[in-house]
Structures are given as structure tokens and as C-alpha cells.
């Protein structure tokens, strides 16, 4: 393809997606509200799906339904008025697929087969049972009507959506957030903590049955519009997407609802404007891309977010190096031990340090030397003196005192309980620091309360003028 | 019925791929990677697709390549997800596979549309087809019989020549790493002899009932067995009688008694890779409950 | 006449699979006590808890709580798991944990009130976890977790609290902290019985014991339990035995089957 024509290609592209977005023809509108309702009806109960680690259950579901179709298709044909009842295929659909969440779990209770093959199980005998079905269905001796695109059940057809189709979604979304949103609490504990649940005396299995129903009948209503992998990448990827931003199981729902609803829309323009764009193909892909710019920025677990924080814990543990480092000076030009019981004054913080010494033992660049000691400095922990000294202030020295108080303990404790050697010990703290919350910094204090209490507690600053 | 030379290629064929299934099959089933099986049958499409693109033709050597590569891309995927963002391997299996395949679909309508991969040949698959197109050209061994007996053949292979890495590597990982068993390089061999077989079996039975024919027998096995190369045999012995059933059955019996069932007229043959699939899930569940119900035996009870 | 024991246990038999984890219980415990079980791994002492609570079924025996049926006294019984039976990944705070003990008081349809909220915080506040009620499940430390499971416990205001294994992997605050709090409990008349693994500490935090191996080898008042004989019987080789039959018998059954 030559460049001109890639850009009358392009061009025409953006002409229909201003178009599909803007000024919808009706055909439009009607598969944005089923796709829409469709993706947050999925993303929502998806995410209890994935708490109670059932991801792939809609995939087992989905492709039970085959045979439940078929069969509903034959009774149908047969007794019923003939052709495609939308309702009859349904109710098939919903009875098989949920037959295929009992085989799973009944293999599960029965056997020591593992959860993949309790799913993987179900799947593929009802599916070919299913295909059997179909072949019947297809037969020419039979020669049903209707029954040749029977078969595109499973693929799904946003494009030929109908308006009651689309309602129907509608009605069904809201029907299955309404039950979510009645058992949330419940529903949430059980996800949780099934044990709890069930030791409480609140109706466990019951509340299980109607979450399964819920999510079956979602993914039942979708089959047959957004197609069998679609429908199944809405119950997995929103909810994961959602993981990614928050600690919260409402926002969860509410992302992974959002997630699912813009996917499904963005899916649903994209495949008006490119032409022979399968819709429910691009309806995941949109969703997966959210995924993946999730994974780069969410707030929780995104790269960028989990970058910052190592930068922020690099930072605090370069400036407490440092302070360590200037503490470790003063003791020796002090010609006093910390552990001996030494009373600091607020005169030590007045002795000017040469940088540049430190910065040949660190191995530090000058440039992470130089921003360390300006971040201490904008914290009023330090000062810079003339030729390239610099001087702790009496905040710095007492948060240098405490660092290296804690640093030292933690040697102490690692050499006393630990058995590690002495000669070996420094390295691991300098690891252990990074990692080192207040509440274990406080117990190993309070560990070596008793044998060393005069000389942790750093002096008072009035006391300070006694010993200088 | 009038059996004739087709119906034996037909049975050949059917046994060969239902066998040549079941070798990665119970190495799978044993690792907990049942659904990672049925993810690979459908994360191939793209490798199909671009392998077709490249080669401009089916059933290369370019395709089954890049049908591997997509497969793999899948498990290092799902492998990646989980370890990055910490999400939960079935569903990570299901973001990377969902999303495989729905790249593999834009690009076949949108770069390959006049490839002849009809999404119902792929998803249900037609042994019948696939052995007519030979014979209508003439006599001999089918194509597909070959294929079957090739996947049979390097599956073989493979199993026997890594038993020893595929036990460890399924049973414990991280002991297979402490002895040298390379449990990452075994594990990803082990991915590629699950893509290559469900790439040739695909045109015969279908991605979906390719992971019945691996995951079913072996299940079986394991309820019977629990020493591995009893299983391997066990499991072989049973793909090979669902094989032969469930193609038996597809003949006439399935169709006719389901169709006589709802007072339909006679059908005739029905898909035979879903007769063997409906034969597998039949004999599951008849083994599982005779186990059950041998529990049940007074003579058997637990002491109270 | 209520019971005076607060939980009595007759004969009871669990398996797993048909090889026995604990045979023919026989157990009583008196209100207003303390009181430890305590074994090697593998005892059954969870199965023992999981079992009376009905979340796994026993083969036979019969359970009384206050003289009653399970079912009709759960309102008086709180129950905190082992740390290691939930996922700390889940999008929970320490708080909505904790309101999670009031569910079944708060009933079906029905939001949680503010009044619950404030009994949440008051417990969490008692276990010394007020400052950390918004955090998420998984960001605490070990013994942080136990103590709002502990809350999630307190706020059920139950006459009857059943721990498995409170102690196991805390740190030393949280240990001195959950003490605390059951002897509290204990003051104003409840009872706790706890699984316990570590040996050295079972005389000073229970008044009663239960020394456990597949079997009940001794229950009762800590001076007439606790005595070197009855240790070496619970932990000694002669059990060894009982745990070697188990596995044949579970053996002969499979064989049978």
C-alpha cells in the first residue's frame, strides 16, 4: 500500500469516527447501549469472579452453553412455533451452563482432581456434546430452519444487534448490579473469608449460588451478542485492571464497571470506523490496552507508582546514610563512644564536616552526594559551610542519633540473636534498613531496653552543657 | 451403514491424534495446566496467521513455527502478568489468551482475509473434511493420517527422551531446579509440544475439543493410577478406545438416538471428534461414580 | 439449668478421606476459663476447632455448646481463624474487616450503621489498631493482622471465643497485647480456648489444657494436665503408633475401594 492511499485511508477513518462518535445512526446506538451495559454488568461481577480465584469459570460457562442451545433449538423446533426463539435458546443456555458449574464443582468434591481439570473437564465434554448437537441440529434430513447460523452463536454478531437485543442487555445489567448491590456486604465477606462466613451462620452456599447465577446469566445474555471469548475477557480483564488502581473493594467494583463499559465502547467505535473490524475482537483488545496502560500508571501497582516508591525509599535511605555517616564523624573527632553513655550537646552540631571524605568511602557520585545533602538541608537538618563543609543542625543530629541509634541495634540484635558475624553484619543492615519499619525498629529497642538503658537514651540538650 | 476405505482412514487418523494428545496431555494435567492447554489452543491463532502470511500457504513449516512461537507467548505472558502486577494466574492465563486470539482474529479479517480459516473450522473442527480432500485426489495415505501419526511420533519422542525433566519438573519444580532438570526449559518444551499438537489436530477435531482429547484420558488415568508410566499407558490405552467408540458411535448411533429422542427423523453421522469428546465425559463420569460408589460399600466404610 | 460447661465434646471423629485425623474426642470445658490446646504438628488441633464449629464434617460424636446445639447458640461463639486461610490481596480495610463481625447481627439487605462503625473502632481501638483502621489487610504485619482478626472476634461480643493458633508468628507487642486482651475477656466472664504450639508459654497464659495427638490424651485443670508424664505421652514415640496405624488403615481402605 502506497502512502497517498494510506492517507485517504486514514483520512476516511477519521471522518467515520467522528461520525460514530458524534452522530451515531441509530443501528450505532443501540450496540453502544448493549456493549456498554454488557461490559459493566461483566467488569462488576467479574470481580468477584477473580476474588474467589473463578476467573476462568466463565470460560468453562460460556462454552457449556452450546448444548443447552442446541437442545432448546431442537425442542423448540419440534413443539415450539419453529425458528429461533430468543428466550427458549436462553433458558437452554442458562441450563447447561449451570450444570457445568455443579460438574465442577461435584469433580472437585469427588475426586482429587485439581481446579484446572475440574474446569477444563466440564468445558470440553459439554462443548462436544454441544458440537454433536450441532451436527444434528444441521442435518439436511432434518432441514431446520434457522439452524445454519446456529453455529455463530458462539462468535457473537455486534453488528446485526437488534434493539430488543440491546434492551435486554440493559434490563440484565441493571438486574445484576441490583442483586450485587442488595448482598454486597455479604457478598464481600464471602469473597474474603468463606470460612468466616460460613462460622457465622449466614447462608454461605446459598449467597455462592446467587453470585454464580448472576454471573451466568450475564454471560448468557452476552453469548449471543458479543460472541464466547468476548464475553469472558469482560469477566477477567476489568477486574484485574481495577486491581491495579485501588485498596478498596467499592472503588474496585466501580473501576473495573468503568473499565469494562469504556472498553466495550471504545471496542464498538473502533470496529464502525475500520472497516471489517470483528467487534468483539476489538472490544478486547480495547479492554487488554487498558489493561496495559494500567499496569504502566495505575496508582496501586503500576510500574511508574511502584518506581517512585523505590526512588522515595533510595532517597530516605541515601539521606539516612548520610546522616549516619556525619554522626559516625562527630563520634570520632568527639573521641566518645554512643554506646558508652555519651551526652550529646547541642555544641556538637556545630562542628563543620568535609563532605568530599564521605563521599570517597560511600563511593558516591558528586552529583547524588550533592542532592542528598540539599535534600537534608530543605528538610533544616543540615547546613553548608564554606569549603565544602557542612553542619547538622539540632533536628538533623537528633534524627542522625536515632538513625544510627536503630542502625546499631539492629547490628547488635542481628550479632546477639542471630548468630551472624560480626565482620558480616554490616552489609545486612544496610539491606535490613530499607525494609525496616518503625514497629520493628521499636520492638528491637525495647529488646535492648533492659541491658542498655542509660546509653540508648540519647541525652537531653540540657543536660548537654555538664559534660562539654 | 457401508463402511469402506474412508471410515478406516477416518478411525486411523481419530486414534492416531487422540493418542498423540494424551502425551502432553497428562504432563499437564500432573503440572496443573489444564486450562493453559485450552489458552494455548486459542493464543496460536496470531502464529497461524502470520505464519500464513509469510509462507502463503497451509500446513508449512513456517506456520506450525509460528503457531509454537504464539503459544509460548502465551505461557511467558500469563507468567508475566502474575509476577508483575500480581494477578492471578487463571485470570492472567485468560488476559493473555482472550487477547492473543482477538489479535490473531483483527489480523486475519483485517491483513488475511482470504485465508480459508473459517472460525467454525477452527473452533469445531471436521475429520471428515480433512481426509475427503485427500482421497478425492486419489488414493494412498491421507495427509492427515500422516500428521496424526507425526505428532504421535515426536510426542513419543519427546516424552521418552525427557521423562526423567518432565516427571521432576510436574511433580516439584523447585526440586527440579536444585538437581539440574532445567524445570523452565522442560516446562517451555513442554508448552511447544502443546502447540505444535493442537495445531495439527486443529483441522481434524477443533481447538476446543483438542484439550478433551489431552486433558479427559489422562483425568481418567489419574483416577485408576498413581505411578506415572502406568498413567502414560493407561491414558494412551483409553484415548485410543474413546478414539474408536466415539467414532463408532458418531456414525449413526449419537445422531440418531438424539434425533429419535425429540421424534426427529433418522440423521445419519454426526462430528466425530464431539462423539469422542461425549464418549470421554461419559467414562469419566462412570469411572468416578463406580469409585464413589465402591466407597459406599459397607464392607469399605471409614471406622467410626 | 444452663450448662456449666461452656463446651462439651462427646466421641468425635473426624476423617479426611478416610484416614482418621482425630479419634473419639471426649472433651469439657468449663465456663469462665482459659483454656489451651496443645499438641505436635499434625495433632488435629485445628480439625478439632474446624470440626465442633461444623465447617468440616465429623464422622460421628456429638457436639453441645452451653448444653446447646451449635446451631442455636452461634450467636454466642466468635471464631478466629488461622491467619494463613484468607487472601491478603483482597481490597479490605483493617475496619471493614472488623465491621464484618457485626453481619450477622446486622442482618440481610440491611447497611452497616454508624453504631456499628463506632463498635468497630472501639474494638480496634482495644487491640491497639485504631491508627492503622484504614490501612489494607495485606500492608499490616503479621501480628497487626491477628489483632484486628482478634477485633473482628471482640466486636461479635460472644460468652464463647475459639482461636487457632492466635500466637503463631507475631511479634512480641501484639503477643503481650492479645494476652491482655483474653484475660480481660476471661474477667468478665468469657471464655477462650486457644490452639497453641508453643510449649514453654502454655502454663503461663491458660488455666486449662487439652493435650492433643489424634486422640484427646489429657484435658483438664493446667496443675493435673500439665505434668511431664502426660507430655511425654502426647509428644512421646507411643503415638507414633496410633499415627502409623491411621495411615494403614487409610491405606487398606484405599486398597479395598
Avoid at chain 1, 444487534?161 to 465477606?189: D, H, P, W, Y
Avoid at chain 1, 573527632?333 to 555544641?347: H, I, P
Wanted: glycine share 8%; net charge neutral.
Amino acid at each position: 500500500m502506497n502512502s497517498p492511499d494510506s492517507w485517504i485511508l486514514a483520512l476516511s477513518w477519521l471522518d467515520r469516527l467522528i461520525e460514530a462518535v458524534r452522530s451515531p445512526s441509530y443501528n450505532l446506538k443501540v450496540i453502544y447501549l448493549g456493549v456498554t451495559s454488557l461490559g459493566l454488568a461483566a467488569g462488576v461481577c467479574g470481580c468477584f469472579l477473580l476474588f474467589r480465584k473463578r476467573s476462568l469459570l466463565s470460560d468453562t460457562i460460556g462454552h457449556s452453553t452450546l448444548p443447552g442451545v442446541c437442545i432448546a433449538f431442537l425442542l423448540f423446533a419440534r413443539w415450539g412455533s419453529g425458528g429461533k426463539s430468543f428466550i427458549a435458546l436462553m433458558i437452554g443456555a442458562l441450563i447447561t451452563g449451570w450444570l457445568s458449574v455443579r460438574a465442577v464443582q461435584w469433580i472437585k468434591n469427588n475426586s482429587k482432581i485439581k481446579e484446572d481439570a475440574a474446569l477444563a473437564i466440564p468445558l470440553t465434554v459439554l462443548y462436544g456434546l454441544g458440537v454433536v448437537l450441532l451436527s444434528v441440529v444441521q442435518d439436511s434430513n432434518l432441514n431446520l430452519q434457522g439452524s445454519s447460523g446456529l453455529e455463530y452463536y458462539l462468535f457473537g454478531m455486534v453488528a446485526s444487534m437488534i434493539q430488543a437485543e440491546a434492551i435486554m442487555l440493559a434490563i440484565v445489567s441493571l438486574g445484576a448490579l441490583t442483586v450485587i448491590s442488595l448482598f454486597f456486604k455479604e457478598l464481600n465477606c464471602l469473597s474474603f473469608d468463606e470460612d468466616f462466613v460460613a462460622s457465622q451462620g449466614l447462608p454461605h452456599r446459598w449467597l455462592d449460588e446467587v453470585l454464580m447465577l448472576t454471573c451466568l446469566t450475564v454471560t448468557i445474555a452476552g453469548l449471543q451478542t458479543v460472541g464466547l471469548l468476548m464475553i469472558m475477557a469482560a469477566f477477567i480483564i476489568p477486574p484485574a485492571t481495577a486491581r491495579l488502581w485501588t485498596d478498596s473493594m467499592p472503588w474496585t467494583l466501580a473501576i473495573a464497571g468503568f473499565v469494562g463499559a469504556t472498553g466495550a465502547l471504545i471496542g464498538a467505535i473502533a470496529s464502525a470506523v475500520i472497516f471489517r473490524l470483528p467487534a468483539g475482537a476489538a472490544i478486547i483488545l480495547a479492554s487488554a490496552l487498558l489493561f496495559g496502560f494500567s499496569m504502566l500508571f495505575g496508582s496501586r501497582k503500576g510500574w511508574v507508582v511502584r518506581q517512585l516508591k523505590v526512588a522515595r525509599l533510595e532517597k530516605r535511605l541515601s539521606e539516612n546514610q548520610l546522616l549516619r555517616d556525619l554522626f559516625d564523624r562527630l563520634e570520632a573527632q568527639q573521641k566518645v563512644r554512643l554506646l558508652a553513655g555519651l551526652d550529646f550537646s547541642r555544641d556538637l552540631a556545630q562542628v563543620s564536616l568535609p563532605v568530599h571524605d564521605i563521599l570517597k568511602d560511600r563511593g558516591w557520585s558528586q552529583r547524588k552526594e550533592r542532592s542528598v545533602a540539599r535534600s537534608l538541608s530543605s528538610q533544616n537538618l543540615l547546613k553548608f559551610e564554606r569549603g565544602d563543609c557542612v553542619q547538622l543542625t539540632t533536628q538533623g543530629l537528633e534524627r542522625a542519633i536515632a538513625v544510627a541509634r536503630t542502625h546499631r541495634l539492629t547490628e547488635l540484635y542481628l550479632i546477639e540473636h542471630a548468630d551472624v558475624a560480626p565482620a558480616r553484619v554490616h552489609q545486612y543492615v544496610e539491606k535490613i534498613e530499607e525494609i525496616t519499619n518503625p514497629e520493628i525498629a521499636s520492638d528491637i529497642h525495647q529488646l535492648f531496653s533492659n541491658e542498655l538503658e542509660q546509653a540508648l537514651i540519647p541525652a537531653e540538650p540540657h543536660r548537654g552543657g555538664d559534660t562539654s | 451403514m457401508n463402511w469402506n476405505i474412508i471410515d478406516t482412514w477416518l478411525l486411523v487418523t481419530a486414534s492416531l491424534i487422540a493418542m498423540a494428545c494424551v502425551l502432553p496431555g497428562v504432563f499437564l494435567l500432573l503440572s496443573r495446566q489444564s486450562m493453559v492447554a485450552h489458552g494455548i489452543a486459542h493464543a496460536v491463532l496470531p502464529g497461524i496467521v502470520i505464519g500464513h502470511l509469510v509462507s502463503g500457504g497451509i500446513e508449512t513449516p513456517a506456520l506450525l513455527t509460528g503457531a509454537i512461537i504464539a503459544g509460548i507467548l502465551c505461557t511467558v505472558f500469563t507468567r508475566f502478568l502474575h509476577r508483575f502486577s500480581g494477578v492471578e494466574e487463571g485470570a492472567a492465563l485468560g488476559i493473555s489468551f482472550t487477547t492473543l486470539f482477538a489479535i490473531g482474529l483483527i489480523m486475519q479479517r483485517l491483513l488475511a482475509d482470504h485465508v480459508h480459516i473459517e472460525p467454525s473450522h477452527v473452533l469445531f473442527g471436521n475429520l471428515e473434511t480433512a481426509i475427503f480432500q485427500v482421497i478425492l485426489e486419489g488414493g494412498g495415505v491421507p495427509d492427515a493420517a500422516w500428521r496424526g501419526l507425526f505428532a504421535l511420533a515426536i510426542n513419543l519422542v519427546f516424552v521418552g527422551f525427557f521423562f526423567k525433566e518432565l516427571t521432576i519438573t510436574t511433580f516439584d519444580a523447585a526440586h527440579g531446579d536444585t538437581v539440574g532438570a532445567r524445570p523452565r526449559l522442560t516446562y517451555y518444551l513442554l508448552m511447544a509440544m502443546t502447540a505444535l499438537t493442537c495445531v495439527i489436530a486443529f483441522e481434524a477435531v477443533g481447538s476446543i475439543l483438542v484439550v478433551a482429547m489431552m486433558i479427559v484420558p489422562p483425568a481418567i488415568a489419574s483416577l485408576l493410577t498413581k505411578k506415572l508410566k502406568t498413567l502414560v499407558a493407561l491414558s494412551l490405552l483409553i484415548a485410543l478406545f474413546c478414539a474408536v467408540t466415539g467414532y463408532l458411535l458418531s456414525l449413526g448411533f449419537l445422531g440418531d438416538t438424539i434425533s429419535g429422542a425429540m421424534g426427529f427423523p433418522k440423521v445419519g453421522s454426526t462430528n466425530a471428534a464431539g462423539g469422542i469428546s461425549v464418549v470421554c465425559g461419559i467414562v469419566f463420569v462412570a469411572t468416578l461414580i463406580t469409585k464413589k460408589l465402591a466407597n459406599r460399600n459397607p464392607r469399605n466404610r471409614p471406622i467410626r | 439449668m444452663p450448662d456449666s460447661n461452656c463446651l462439651n465434646v462427646n466421641h468425635l471423629t473426624v476423617c479426611y478421606d478416610r484416614k482418621p485425623a482425630l479419634w473419639e474426642a471426649q472433651v469439657s470445658i468449663p465456663q469462665g476459663t482459659m483454656t489451651g490446646i496443645v499438641g505436635p504438628n499434625g495433632a488435629g488441633k485445628s480439625t478439632f476447632l474446624k470440626a465442633i464449629l461444623d465447617l468440616i464434617p465429623a464422622t460421628s460424636g456429638s457436639v453441645k455448646f452451653f448444653g446447646e446445639d451449635y446451631r442455636k447458640v452461634r450467636h454466642r461463639i466468635a471464631y478466629v481463624p488461622q491467619r494463613e486461610s484468607v487472601d491478603w490481596d483482597y481490597p479490605i480495610s483493617a475496619r471493614e474487616v472488623v465491621v464484618m463481625g457485626r453481619y450477622r447481627s446486622i442482618g440481610l439487605f440491611r447497611r452497616v450503621s454508624r453504631e456499628d462503625r463506632r463498635k468497630a473502632d472501639e474494638a480496634l481501638d482495644r487491640v491497639g489498631m485504631l491508627d492503622r483502621a484504614d490501612s489494607q489487610i495485606g500492608s499490616l504485619s503479621g501480628g497487626q493482622q491477628q489483632r484486628v482478626f482478634l477485633a473482628r472476634a471482640l466486636v461479635q461480643e460472644a460468652d464463647l471465643y475459639l482461636m487457632d493458633e492466635p500466637f503463631a508468628g507475631i511479634d512480641a507487642t501484639t503477643e503481650r497485647v492479645i494476652l491482655e486482651l483474653m484475660r480481660d475477656l476471661r474477667e468478665s466472664g468469657a471464655s477462650l480456648v486457644c490452639v497453641h504450639h508453643d510449649l514453654p508459654t502454655v502454663a503461663d497464659y491458660f488455666d486449662h489444657l487439652v493435650l492433643l495427638n489424634l486422640r484427646v490424651v489429657a484435658s483438664g485443670a493446667m496443675n493435673e494436665v500439665f505434668t511431664r508424664e502426660q507430655l511425654t505421652q502426647c509428644y512421646g514415640g507411643r503415638l507414633d503408633l496410633l499415627s502409623k496405624l491411621a495411615d494403614s488403615l487409610a491405606k487398606l481402605e484405599a486398597l479395598r475401594s
